[in-house]
Nanobody, 124 residues
Framework: QVQLVESGGGLVQAGGSLRLSCAASGLTFSNYAMGWFRQAPGKEREFVATIDWRARNTDYADSVKGRFTMSRDNAKNTVTLQMNNLKPEDTAVYYC?????????????????WGQGTQVTVSS
């Protein structure tokens, strides 16, 4: 059974930082690209970042580019999302997801497995 478990969410002031982690089990982690998505209250879930299976390529939404950094450790079956200079508009539930192939994408339909999400709240 595949499990993706996010952690690291919380409440932070604008300008602060948080580091999200996602621990994967039940799959050959190194075969999958991984992604982070988020859903703000009253909005649809949106793409945040993705990383390929070898951690050689990343892609970020324009709204987070230059502030967020995604990385992975295939030996530990984990991905992280370092979020700096957080803004109130970053407030959302953040989801980790495993892509169906080695190369990631921005399309949610391409992701096979999803975590339960972790809440990030940024106060102004």
């Amino acid at each position: 059974q595949v499990q993706l478990v996010e952690s690291g969410g919380g409440l932070v002031q604008a300008g602060g930082s948080l580091r999200l982690s996602c621990a994967a089990s039940g799959l050959t982690f190194s075969n999958y690209a991984m992604g982070w998505f988020r859903q703000a209250p009253g909005k649809e879930r949106e793409f945040v970042a993705t990383i390929d299976w070898r951690a050689r390529n990343t892609d970020y939404a324009d709204s987070v580019k230059g502030r967020f950094t995604m990385s992975r450790d295939n030996a530990k079956n984990t991905v992280t999302l370092q979020m700096n200079n957080l803004k109130p508009e970053d407030t959302a539930v953040y989801y980790c997801a495993a892509h169906g192939h080695e190369w990631g994408s921005r399309l949610q339909s391409h992701y096979y497995y999803w975590g339960q999400g972790t809440q990030v709240t940024v106060s102004s």
